[in-house]
């Protein structure tokens, strides 16, 4: 089991940034990649940003230059800094936790809103 503890949402104007905060814990696999999904009403989840064990990062096109994604290892912690948030980014965001091993094996936070006020 892996627990994820995620934090940091919250409403923002236009322009301005926050920072999102995911805790992991429990049975960390040593191969894993944190990451970060958002899910907007009506919509399908999908991929905001994620980051490997060995620090190898993907992001959406519609967050690049936008957004980072960082980890603190010692502390099992994933980050994603939003900068320059636009409307659109109004969504309930996500962490997860994905096992690469074979078969694979995700976990998800329970999932922090973020509300962009244009």
């Known amino acids: 089991q892996v627990q994820l503890q995620e934090s940091g949402g919250g409403l923002v104007q236009a322009g301005g940034s926050l920072r999102l905060s995911c805790a992991a814990s429990?049975?960390?696999?040593?191969?894993?990649?944190l990451g970060w999904y958002r899910q907007a009403p009506g919509n399908e989840r999908e991929l905001v940003a994620t980051i490997t064990s060995g620090d190898g990062t993907i992001y959406a096109n519609s967050v690049k230059g936008r957004f980072t994604i960082s980890r603190d290892n010692a502390k099992n912690t994933v980050y994603l800094q939003m900068n320059s948030l636009k409307f659109e980014d109004t969504a309930v965001y996500y962490c997860?936790?994905?096992?690469?091993?074979?078969?694979?094996?995700?976990?998800w936070g329970q999932g922090t809103q973020v509300t962009v006020s244009s």
């Open positions: 997860n936790y994905r096992a690469l091993v074979v078969p694979s094996y995700d976990y």
């Open positions: 429990g049975n960390i696999f040593r191969n894993h990649v």
